[in-house]
């Protein structure tokens, strides 16, 4: 027998023992009050192979009307799972009882990949608390006002490339919103698809989507594989997640250095970086003790970058497939911004000024968002210690999910929840819970995400229509709403076609440049 096979047989019982010890270690205890309802699993490997890879959170919404319950529970591999299938389970045990729910998972895989030093990824401590702070300190809604000329500035700029090209709205799109969040992040802009910060991005974003739902892959549930070598091929993730790293590396790196540069040569634009990086100077002069280190500017830095820029493309690419496949829709809220663009003087551009008045663009936002979660499951929090909830046992170390597709379609709380409606929340019906995250996990970023959304359909609406393509028999192809699997959903191919329905809006938007 040669030498890789006896490797390998090495590994299979050196990972099996780790399975044991792990089973044991979390199952030897007796608690008097029962886990959370869920399907019987098999020894060792507990409920491992019962979920769907693609699709889990249909799983457990099947599970939680098997056994009439919004919690269900998984074992998988010895790690405790526990999926929340309603807002309220969702508020009451992460926002109202957070300090107990605000830890994160190793997230092994994620960590080899390069993303270490993320806020999203972070493990709760001062460290997390740090760079919250610094996060709520600059994106918070009553400071990201600073944001909207650059945002506005941007949105025109993807618009107008659209009226010389209009199809290529992919692209334009991922331009915008990458260069949006370098120049928040970094002060750095981007001035075409071909910039590496582009090509950055796409990596981020393979790299996040091939890793899969957070905190479940292999590695993370037995983090030993990792010490695995690659020829024994342990795992295509983990193999995926070592060749990433370069480029994961290269977001933190490359734009620090040039606008480090730039700050030298005092031409350095206000951006996240250099208002922290003003505030350490500041702290060295005054000779006062430092509360962030150069390399925690740097994490944070990179975070806005990793955790702002795919999702804003993302939410952008979801509008634009249900403003395809909802034509009615589309033409209502056109209908109602031309009413502020025409009705006074004469006719302009949308400013960041609008927004409040058009209510309906939001609420069109919050209806895309609520029938087509990006990720359906969210990033998972981790309970510190031994709960109780409604008579249920949740262990410390439990991995808590939040299944925003369950609460999304929640007939109790959304009256035909299936149907694409934004007209809903004129009725009351409430907004969305969970697509940013809940307690004190929340996206600290949301407002800032949601106002480049907002800019960008404001005027892009006020010049184009979006239609369908037809096939070579004149049929409709109607966009079918689909999300891809892993942490940086997006939503599956699609096609659009794109017609100036306001010349004057373009000639306008022309002429400004």
């Not at 618009?159 to 992040?185: C, E, H, N, Q, Y």
């Amino acid at each position: 027998m040669d030498t890789q096979h006896h490797g390998l047989i090495g590994a299979v019982i050196f990972v099996a023992l780790a399975v044991f010890i792990l089973w044991k270690s979390r199952f030897g205890r007796r608690n008097p009050y029962p886990l959370p309802p869920g399907p019987p699993g098999i020894f060792l490997i507990g409920n491992l192979g019962q979920v769907s890879a693609d699709h889990p959170e249909l799983d457990y919404i099947r599970w939680g009307r098997e056994y009439k319950s919004d919690i269900v529970y998984a074992n998988m591999l010895g790690q405790h799972v526990v999926v929340l299938n309603s807002a309220v389970a969702a508020t009451e045990l992460l926002d109202q009882r957070g300090a107990n729910y605000c830890d994160r998972p190793d997230f092994t895989l994620f960590k080899i990949m390069g993303w270490g030093r993320t806020l999203t990824f972070l493990k709760w401590g001062d460290k997390f608390k740090l760079h919250r702070k610094m996060f709520q300190s600059t994106f918070s809604r009553s400071n990201i006002g600073i944001f909207c000329p650059m945002q506005l500035q941007e949105s025109r700029k993807a618009v107008r490339s659209l009226i010389k090209d209009p199809g290529s709205w992919r692209d334009s799109t991922l331009l915008m919103t990458t260069s949006i969040i370098f120049r928040i992040a970094f002060g750095q802009e981007v001035p075409s698809e071909s910039s590496p910060y582009c090509e950055m991005t796409k990596a981020a974003s393979q790299a996040t989507t091939a890793g899969g739902i957070a905190g479940t892959s292999l590695v993370d549930i037995l983090p030993l594989i990792r010490f695995v070598p690659s020829w024994l091929n342990p795992s295509s993730a983990l193999r995926h997640a070592r060749m990433s790293r370069k480029a994961i590396q290269a977001i933190h790196d490359q734009p620090w250095d040039a606008n480090m540069r730039a700050i030298g040569a005092d031409t350095a634009p206000s951006s996240f970086m250099k208002i922290h990086w003003d505030h350490f100077v500041e702290n060295v002069k005054a000779g006062r003790p430092q509360e962030v280190s150069l390399a925690d500017i740097k994490g944070a830095t990179g975070a806005v970058v990793i955790a702002g820029g795919n999702t804003t493309w993302a939410t952008i690419l979801s509008c634009i497939l249900f403003l395809t496949r909802h034509r009615d829709i589309q033409r209502t809220i056109q209908a109602k911004l031309d009413v502020e663009l025409y009705s006074e003087g004469p006719e302009r551009l949308p400013e960041s000024g609008d927004r409040c008045k058009l209510k309906c663009l939001d609420d069109f936002i919050m209806e895309t968002m609520r029938c087509l979660p990006l990720n359906p499951l969210n990033i998972p929090h981790k309970s510190l210690r031994d709960d109780v909830y409604r008579g249920m046992f949740i262990p410390a170390g439990t991995m808590v999910l939040t299944n925003t597709t369950a609460m999304a379609t929640d007939a109790g709380t959304y009256k035909n929840p299936h149907v694409f409606d934004p007209s809903r929340y004129d009725r009351g019906e409430p907004y969305p819970l969970g697509n940013f995250g809940f307690g004190r996990r929340k996206c600290p970023g949301n407002w800032l995400a949601l106002g480049s959304v907002h800019s960008f359909l404001a005027t892009f609406l006020a010049v184009f229509e979006l239609k369908q393509a037809t096939d070579d028999n004149g049929n409709p192809k109607v966009p079918e709403p689909g999300v891809s699997v892993g942490l940086g959903g997006h939503p599956l191919p699609f096609e659009s076609v794109l017609k100036v329905r306001s010349q004057e809006m373009a000639d306008l938007l022309m002429e400004e440049a």
